[in-house]
């Protein structure tokens, strides 16, 4: 049997071997750097960055966070196939700039996290975990209020090609651009977003050039800033969702499903699923429920999309409070979700059979937030 010749790689068609590359992980890519100056090069092309951060977005990885190890990656992929997790994507760098200030994340994008230091004096930096590079100081911020009580969210304006970070609290927004190094002053939410500082990133959400958040209509007798939703009683008319724009820099308001009913005292959160925004909520009878807006910014696209009964998880809480669910991934198949929960288990609900698998994590971490992450090669310089 003769066997044919492997073609030189100089006979291959370029765009072939774009696209096979554009399929790798960023720590192939990084090893394949050496391999000759037209891949170093290719790297670094802006078109092959695009193109690899569309890929990777297909195949997103489980992201930990917790005060002494930092960040943990695992790909979501993996977990269809195990109960039990080991997280490992530890970086020196980023953990000593964590060790030297206090730090916090305030929001990941396009493969970038946006590190902000806890202090009056405020210092943003961008950080790739894939690539393991972190930038120098690329702005800062000053809150004369003591406490600080700005609230922060990041994000990419596709317009201007630029990372965005918004400040904002009650009658004053501003919103700063990496590369201009400028704040300014843009027009005031009609209601000030709540914060929820758990298993999210401070429940703002992505998507569509937009920033989203949940909020509370104003009211004299509710302090949307307040942290004790557990002690509120609320109807689903307070409720409202707001999105900035970050091409515009101009804000909406969108109204909650038709036909919602009930909302109980424990907040609703807004993730984002098959690149549609979602809308989740338990009901007094413990459901958790999921409603999706197929097309963005349009109210009457709101489908149901998932409900089942969060006692079915093995470890049963007395309260939804203490057992909160933030969805996190849906596979293409459109039957499992991946979803997180308070500092404690990831699970895995199957739709068709109606049944929640508790994942393990085997580093036994304590981790305070919990998120999807899209590799990349974007850099944070």
């Not at 010749?5 to 370029?14: F, T």
């Not at 509370?216 to 942290?227: A, E, G, K, Q, T």
């Not at 091409?247 to 907040?267: C, H």
Request: proline share 5%; net charge positive.
């Amino acid at each position: 049997m003769s066997i044919s010749p492997v073609m030189p790689l100089s006979e291959i068609n370029d765009d072939l071997i774009t696209e096979v590359l554009a399929m790798l992980t960023v720590k192939s890519l990084m090893q394949l750097k050496c391999v000759c100056k037209s891949w170093y090069s290719l790297f670094s092309e802006p078109f092959f960055i695009k193109m690899h951060l569309k890929r990777s977005s297909r195949n997103p990885y489980l992201t930990l966070y917790s005060r002494y190890t930092l960040f943990n990656l695992f790909p979501m992929r993996h977990l269809l196939k195990t109960h039990r997790v080991t997280l490992d994507n530890h970086d020196p760098n980023c953990q000593l700039l964590m060790d030297k200030n206090s730090h916090r994340i305030i929001g990941s994008c396009n493969g970038l996290i946006c590190l902000i230091s806890s202090q009056v004096n405020f210092f943003f930096y961008l950080w790739n975990p894939a690539t393991r590079s972190l930038s120098q100081t690329l702005g800062s911020f000053t809150d004369p209020v003591s406490p600080p009580n700005f609230k922060f969210s990041f994000g990419y304006d596709n317009l201007t090609h630029r990372f965005k970070v918004v400040a904002f609290r009650p009658n004053e927004v501003r919103v700063f651009s990496f590369g201009d190094n400028v704040w300014r002053n843009i027009q005031c939410f009609p209601t000030d977003p709540y914060f929820y500082s758990s298993i999210c990133h401070k429940n703002c959400v992505y998507l569509s050039n937009s920033l989203v958040w949940v909020a509370l209509r104003p009211n004299d007798f509710v302090d949307s800033s307040c942290y004790h939703w557990k002690d509120l009683i609320l109807n689903v008319d307070q409720y409202v969702i707001v999105s900035l724009d970050l091409g515009t820099e101009t804000n909406t308001q969108w109204l909650l499903p038709r036909g919602l009913d009930e909302v109980s005292p424990v907040m609703p959160i807004v993730s984002v699923l098959m690149d549609c925004l979602c809308f989740s909520y338990y009901t007094k009878g413990n459901d958790f429920v999921i409603w999706q807006m197929r097309q963005f910014g349009i109210e009457e696209s709101w489908t149901k999309f998932l409900n089942f009964n969060h006692q079915n998880v093995h470890r049963v809480y007395s309260c939804a409070w203490h057992s909160q669910f933030y969805p996190l991934h849906v596979f293409e198949n459109g039957d499992t979700l991946i979803l997180a929960r308070n500092q404690e288990q990831v699970i895995r609900y199957n739709k068709r059979h109606n049944r929640v698998y508790e994942t393990r994590i085997t580093n036994n971490i304590y981790w305070y937030l919990a998120n999807q992450f899209v590799e990349s090669l974007v850099s944070p310089c």
